[in-house]
């Protein structure tokens, strides 16, 4: 399975069309090796705040569950919020924390066995274990 970074699904309804593009193909790749595509309760957190901030919420929320609808939702529980408290305490001391809600993504995916497709590899390449691709 594959956990999709917020980064992703902003590329997919973006208004670049060359990144927009690539998020596509990555997709389109990971499909093609049976990968289920899913979100982390982290990611709809984030995307959230681009909700709020729209000039019209309700229009924008709509948009984005029409175009989340076929990804399923990965969820938080005992296991991924232990693996998160030692993967912070562990990148913490090595001086090479990323921001919280990514070491939650990273965390929630690992716990579950995903990978994590992303943009943003510096964050996620800090995680130890966890399997990151980007496009």
């Known amino acids: 399975m594959a956990c999709l970074d917020t980064c992703v699904v902003l590329d997919l309804r973006g208004r670049d069309p060359a990144m927009k593009s690539k998020a596509i193909g990555k ?32 229009v924008e929320e709509t948009g984005l569950r029409r175009a989340m609808e076929a990804l399923g939702v990965l969820e938080f ?20 924390l990323p921001g919280d809600l990514d070491v939650l993504i990273a965390a929630t995916a690992l716990s579950a066995g995903h990978l994590v497709l992303t943009r943003d590899t510096d ?13």
């Open 27 to 58: 997709l389109q790749e990971l499909r093609s090796r049976g990968e289920t595509l899913v979100v982390s309760r982290f990611t709809w957190a984030e995307l959230y705040v681009g909700v709020s901030r729209a000039e019209d919420p309700a």
């Open 77 to 96: 529980d005992d296991r991924a919020a232990r693996l998160f408290g030692s993967l912070t305490a562990r990148l913490s001391r090595e001086g090479r």
């Open 123 to 135: 964050h996620f390449r800090r995680v130890p274990g966890l399997v990151v691709e980007t496009y």
